[in-house]
């Protein structure tokens, strides 16, 4: 109650956020006339002055008035168009590091400008991330007239181009790119061999656009780039075959989980199959321990069959199986599924089949964004999100009130009993709006909806048009014609599309596709009868009700309805929307319809009628709300495990980059062969131990294993009061001398050449293989649990135990290559970092996306390296005696190693 009170004298804390950042809005507004009467060259020559104040020591939040008055003086002399005082606050909202969430239509792509703008003055580089490869172009190309006029340079990145270009863009003030391409181009960067081929910069500052569609609907699978791993393709075509023959008791799927397996009388009829099919020998079990790639088979084949649809989950194009995204309805091309789902897909729908990948490198869009020391976002819909937004990203949601109330009118669904009267109601009042004019568009949740509305459509000749992934290359064209009068459009969700609807039409897109080829004279013309037909028809359709939207099913998460609804309603429009929904779609089906749907035959509802009560609207939403809490808790589980990965790539990155800046890794190089020599001594010859119980074999087996080097060790054990510290102290003197005549015989320059490449290469490899560990631990980890132990806790302690015999192997492996590798003269040194000539394969969703190559690549976090240091130590001055190697003997000649001495 007293909150309550509270709220209605002082206002909710959205409203007091808005109330503070309009105090600055008047401090905008009173600089304008000024800033009006400078001419181009004095408003462009702004951008060099606030630099050379942000050199003197001012900082960007002392600027932020006249900054962002000069980039609404430049938005209204390039583009015509003024920023409202609304979208001051919502660029200061983004300059803040929050979430701003406008409304469809209250211009966000012009918001952004202002606090890119801002915070591209620095010089560090600002990225402004979109969802698709069209929404970068076009927003790189429109607003980067403005940063253009001011000074300031724009890049693209998108898929297909090359490394300089990459590079060049991301040199640029502000780069424009989908969050594919930023993440993956991470990736890629910390695989390279060498600094300066590298294209991303420091992180710096990012704004996210459609932000709850990236970091949230994007965010739940990781992105991956992948090499290909042995070839299992027949077995999949032949596991495929054995699917259909099974029955529905030899499975149970549950939907709300998105999981099927086999039941136990499954298990024996799939068994039988196997072994007709001769992929299971007579005398063994399917889940004997040799045929865990079977089972693995048997299982991705099932879940193929069973919960991935032909038309909802993918589509099958160019002999390829297409993902289709469930929350934008849009084609993922080069996304793949991992763990051989794809492959298993690839089976059932008889396209070729290609081979499993091998996961190189990977990263969460969470981690991925976290890296930024500054973040901000920009969606028509994330206060519901709100919660994950601060938890995950630290990031606040404030609402922006719209520069014109909201007209729209949002209608109480209507419930039917089945799907075909869903429809025929939907049939019926599109033709009812088609006749009075009034534009519609239907939101649907799947291509398989879609085309069986559009059917439906056609069987009553209601004309309409269909955009789904089947047409996604026309999007933006329909979208933009979609507010005509009288135009019917059905879309799979509307999330994140980027383009306006338009009552009466965009004037804009149709003079560029009308006007193509016409100059002078008739250009003109042609575009003035244009703009007078669209004038003519937002007034027939404003006085038909505005855009009518129609949502043919609830989804899982209400934003994504909020986003269909919002496309109406557009900067004070008038509006109208409602969702038809039947006890067969998915959210009632699975959320316990059989009780609803015997209530309401015993209320006699008949075929063809409709419940509609604001109560059936308030128990959806609580259903969505459960859904929602129960996909966050998913995500976050999955990304406290990442985050264990994550510390564990941070090393292994910092380290490449690290290596990849000296020429000169030999201190490194010396102090990891030390430090094998120690752990051999120590592991043979454990201190305070007799001579007899000395494993003098094992140490010399080990010796000539990674040294490459026949010693008499056992000999040496025998002698009279020989010590552990005499036996380590000969190794490393032998060893060393060893690998200075190797240096020697090389040359100083190759041989740091052979190290820095051995050594990036090996860590690379044995990165690979910690990532192939880690992906095995995971998928088990969660049976701890049967044992009343955190899987969490139990996979944090193995990963790292894990990632510390990755160290130790790759000391091993870096120091056993060095101890055999010969040169010869005859062949040239030059491709010792050569990048690899064949490309990687990306994925996101745990599957390949764009690339995969025959070598092998450095993969692997393990180095202790210490910083590489050129400084020499001289025994007899002590003032160089820091700059021992931590591992090697103390100069001042005790035996003990320089850490337990005067490095202590």
């Known amino acids: 109650m007293f909150g309550a009170l509270a709220k209605k004298l002082f206002g909710s804390a959205n409203d007091r956020s808005v109330r503070a950042f309009s105090k600055k809005v008047q401090a905008i507004n009173a600089l304008e006339p000024d800033i009006a009467k400078l001419d181009d060259a004095a408003l462009a020559a702004k951008t060099a002055e606030f630099r050379d104040r942000l050199a003197k020591g001012a900082d960007l939040d002392d600027l932020l008035p006249e900054a962002f008055a000069v980039v609404r003086e430049a938005a209204k002399r390039v583009l015509g168009q003024r920023h409202y005082d609304v979208q001051l606050i919502g660029g200061m909202v983004l300059h803040s590091g929050k979430i701003a969430e406008m409304k469809t239509g209250e211009g966000k792509t012009l918001v952004a400008t202002l606090a890119t703008?801002?915070?591209?003055?620095?010089?560090?580089?600002?990225?402004?991330?979109?969802?698709?490869?069209?929404?970068?172009?076009?927003?790189?190309?429109?607003?980067?007239?403005?940063?253009?006029?001011?000074?300031?340079?724009?890049?693209?990145?998108?898929?297909?181009?090359?490394?300089?270009?990459?590079?060049?863009?991301?040199?640029?003030?502000?780069?424009?790119?989908?969050?594919?391409?930023?993440?993956?181009?991470?990736?890629?960067?910390?695989?390279?061999?060498?600094?300066?081929s590298m294209v991303q910069r420091p992180f710096a500052y990012a704004i996210v656009d459609e932000v709850d569609s990236i970091l949230i609907d994007e965010a739940r699978t990781p992105l991956i780039i992948s090499g290909p791993s042995e070839d299992t393709t027949d077995l999949y075509v032949k596991v495929n075959v054995l699917i259909p023959h099974l029955a529905p008791e030899d499975y149970e799927k549950d939907e709300k989980q998105r999981a099927v397996s086999f039941t136990e009388t499954g298990t024996s009829h799939i068994e039988d199959l196997l072994r007709e099919a001769g992929l299971l020998k007579e005398d063994t079990e399917l889940y004997d321990i040799d045929n865990i790639a079977v089972v693995h088979h048997a299982n991705q084949a099932l879940r193929a069959h069973k919960l991935f649809s032909r038309d909802v989950d993918y589509i099958v194009k160019d002999d390829k199986v297409v993902i289709i995204d469930e929350f934008t309805g849009r084609m993922m091309e080069g996304r793949r599924y991992s763990d051989g789902l794809h492959q298993a897909l690839e089976a059932k729908e008889g396209v070729s089949v290609q081979t499993e990948n091998q996961t190189l490198a990977s990263i969460t869009f969470q981690n991925y964004f976290r890296m930024y020391p500054k973040l901000a976002g920009m969606t028509g819909t994330a206060s519901t999100e709100a919660t994950e937004f601060g938890d995950i990203y630290k990031l606040d949601v404030v609402e922006i009130p719209t520069n014109v109330p909201v007209q729209r009118k949002d209608e109480d669904d209507e419930v039917y009993r089945t799907g075909a009267e869903k429809f025929e109601a939907?049939?019926?009042?599109?033709?009812?709006?088609?006749?009075?004019?009034?534009?519609?568009?239907?939101?649907?949740?799947?291509?398989?909806?879609?085309?069986?509305?559009?059917?439906?459509?056609?069987?009553?000749?209601?004309?309409?048009?269909?955009?789904?992934?089947?047409?996604?290359?026309?999007?933006?064209?329909?979208?933009?014609?979609?507010?005509?009068?009288?135009?019917?459009?059905?879309?799979?969700?509307?999330?994140?599309?980027?383009?306006?609807?338009?009552?009466?039409?965009?004037?804009?897109?149709?003079?560029?596709?009308?006007?193509?080829?016409?100059?002078?004279?008739?250009?003109i013309a042609k575009e003035a009868a244009i703009r007078a037909e669209v004038a003519a028809e937002k007034e027939k359709v404003l006085a038909a009700g505005g855009l009518y939207v129609v949502g043919t099913e609830r989804h899982e998460s209400r934003r994504i309805d909020n986003q269909l609804r919002g496309r109406s309603g557009r900067q004070g429009d008038p509006g109208g929307s409602k969702f038809f929904l039947s006890l067969e779609d998915d959210l009632l089906r699975i959320f316990g319809s059989e009780r609803m749907d015997g209530m309401l035959r015993k209320l006699g509802l008949k075929d063809g009628?409709?419940?509609?009560?604001?109560?059936?609207?308030?128990?959806?939403?609580?259903a969505q709300q459960k859904v929602e809490a129960r996909n966050y808790e998913i995500r976050k589980n999955l990304l406290k495990f990442d985050d264990v990965m994550n510390d564990q790539r941070k090393v292994v990155y910092e380290q490449r980059i690290e290596l990849?800046?000296?020429?000169?890794?030999?201190?490194?190089?010396?102090?990891?062969?030390?430090?094998?020599?120690?752990?051999?001594?120590?592991?043979?010859?454990?201190?305070?131990?007799?001579?007899?119980?000395?494993?003098?074999e094992g140490l010399q087996e080990e010796v000539r294993r990674l040294f490459a080097l026949d010693l008499p060790i056992v000999d040496w054990a025998k002698e009279e009061g020989i010590a552990d510290q005499a036996?380590?102290?000969?190794?490393?003197?032998?060893?060393?001398?060893?690998?200075?005549?190797?240096?020697?015989?090389?040359?100083?320059?190759?041989?740091?050449?052979?190290e820095r490449s051995l050594l990036l290469q090996v860590l690379d490899q044995s990165w690979k293989e910690h990532l192939h560990h880690l992906d095995f631990l995971r998928q088990a980890i969660g049976l701890r649990a049967y044992a009343?132990?955190?899987?969490?806790?139990?996979?944090?302690?193995?990963?790292?135990?894990?990632?510390?015999?990755?160290?130790?192997?790759?000391?091993?492996?870096?120091?056993?290559?060095?101890?055999?590798?010969?040169?010869?003269?005859?062949?040239?040194?030059?491709?010792?970092?050569?990048?690899?000539?064949?490309?990687?394969?990306?994925?996101?969703?745990?599957?390949?996306?764009?690339?995969?190559?025959?070598?092998?690549?450095?993969?692997?976090?393990?180095?202790?390296?210490?910083?590489?240091?050129?400084?020499?130590?001289?025994?007899?001055?002590?003032?160089?005696?820091?700059?021992?190697?931590?591992?090697?003997?103390?100069?001042?000649?005790s035996g003990k190693k320089y850490k337990y001495c005067h490095g202590k």
């Not at 863009?169 to 930023?182: F, K, L, P, R, S």
């Not at 509609?612 to 939403?621: C, F, G, R, S």
């Open 609 to 622: 009628e409709a419940i509609v009560h604001p109560w059936i609207n308030k128990a959806l939403e609580k």
């Open 426 to 523: 939907i049939a019926e009042l599109i033709a009812q709006c088609r006749a009075k004019g009034q534009p519609v568009l239907v939101g649907t949740v799947s291509i398989e909806k879609s085309e069986l509305l559009s059917a439906l459509l056609k069987r009553k000749n209601v004309q309409h048009a269909v955009l789904n992934a089947r047409f996604h290359e026309q999007e933006a064209g329909i979208v933009a014609q979609a507010g005509r009068l009288g135009a019917v459009t059905i879309a799979t969700n509307m999330a994140g599309r980027g383009t306006d609807i338009q009552l009466g039409g965009n004037a804009e897109m149709r003079i560029k596709a009308e006007c193509e080829g016409l100059q002078g004279d008739a250009f």
């Open 727 to 754: 036996i380590r102290e000969r190794l490393h003197d032998i060893v060393d001398r060893r690998f200075a005549e190797k240096a020697a015989n090389f040359g100083p320059e190759l041989m740091r050449m052979v």
């Open 117 to 196: 703008y801002l915070n591209a003055l620095p010089g560090k580089g600002v990225h402004v991330v979109t969802v698709n490869d069209y929404l970068a172009r076009r927003d790189a190309e429109w607003m980067g007239r403005v940063y253009g006029f001011l000074g300031l340079t724009t890049g693209i990145i998108t898929h297909g181009i090359d490394d300089e270009e990459r590079r060049a863009a991301y040199a640029c003030d502000i780069t424009y790119g989908t969050n594919n391409e930023y993440g993956f181009d991470y990736l890629r960067d910390n695989m390279k061999f060498q600094r300066d």
């Open 788 to 893: 009343q132990k955190d899987p969490l806790n139990e996979y944090k302690r193995e990963a790292f135990a894990l990632f510390e015999q990755m160290l130790v192997r790759t000391r091993e492996n870096v120091t056993a290559m060095l101890a055999r590798v010969e040169i010869r003269p005859e062949q040239p040194p030059q491709g010792l970092f050569a990048e690899p000539s064949q490309p990687l394969t990306q994925e996101s969703r745990g599957g390949p996306f764009e690339d995969s190559s025959g070598q092998t690549l450095p993969q692997d976090g393990t180095l202790a390296a210490r910083p590489v240091s050129s400084h020499r130590v001289d025994p007899a001055d002590e003032s160089t005696w820091k700059h021992s190697p931590r591992n090697g003997l103390c100069p001042c000649g």
């Open 660 to 696: 990849m800046g000296t020429d000169n890794v030999a201190d490194t190089i010396t102090d990891m062969r030390r430090e094998i020599v120690d752990n051999l001594v120590d592991k043979h010859i454990p201190e305070k131990a007799y001579a007899e119980q000395w494993d003098a």
